[in-house]
């Protein structure tokens, strides 16, 4: 998600640093949050935080990350979650940097969950690669989450889905759940949480594609 640079956004950052990541090392859940024994979730590219700060209100047994590549984003998503939260809120953190090198900032099996929703769908066969569903990516993953450990992929692009489908098949991961119009399913919207993207597709009338793969 790109935003006008926000000049406020790093002075913010500074002093709000308690609700942020700083990778200094491989990270545990037990060194990041005040009750570490909560299962861990991670959001990689949370855009302006709506996803994953309601999911933080909705889910307070579990611990969250919002992680996004852009410094300006996560300002933004950092001051809403102060606005919407409860003072002092414990169960979310924000970090601020690229999923290229996921191993060297999280330990093995220290995830219970990642959400990738509305990645940038890299449309150019030769940026295929760059996809957080591409298989390099995939088996990265694959490492991070606990045994049981869950990733929901939500998009709204055609290409983006059946692609990522066809890396799934190269994968170790069980697909649980796939289906090409969430909205016509009843059950699974009973506990969905839309992304900002994801209320513009809808209102627009486009189809968002859902996969859960279980490792």
């Excluded at 590219?45 to 999911?55: A, E, L, P, R, S």
């Excluded at 611990?63 to 409860?86: D, R, S, Y």
């Excluded at 990738?116 to 295929?128: G, Q, T, Y």
């Amino acid at each position: 998600m790109r935003l006008r640079n926000k000049n406020w956004t790093k002075d913010f950052i500074a002093v709000n640093q308690q609700y942020m990541i700083f990778n200094e090392g491989v990270l545990t859940p037990s060194k990041l949050f005040a009750d570490p024994n909560k299962p861990c979730y991670l959001e990689i590219g949370c855009g302006k935080g709506q996803f994953i700060i309601n999911n933080s209100l909705t889910y307070p047994e579990r611990n969250f990350i919002g992680m996004e590549k852009e410094t300006t984003v996560i300002g933004v998503a950092l001051k809403k979650a102060l606005t919407i939260l409860p003072s002092g809120f414990s169960n979310l953190k924000f970090l601020n940097c690229y999923a290229e090198n996921l191993l060297e900032i999280f330990a093995p099996n220290s995830l219970a969950g990642i959400y990738l929703n509305f990645s940038d769908p890299w449309p150019k066969a030769r940026h295929a690669k760059k996809r957080l569903t591409f298989i390099k990516f995939l088996e990265v993953y694959y490492e991070l989450l606990k045994p049981g450990g869950l990733i929901e992929i939500k998009t709204d692009n055609d290409k983006l889905y059946v692609s990522s489908l066809e890396q799934i098949n190269h994968s170790k991961f069980e697909i649980i759940y796939n289906n090409q119009d969430i909205y016509s399913d009843q059950n699974i919207l009973k506990t969905n949480i839309p992304t900002e993207y994801e209320e513009k597709f809808h209102n627009l009338g486009k189809n968002i594609y859902k996969i859960i793969l279980k490792k």
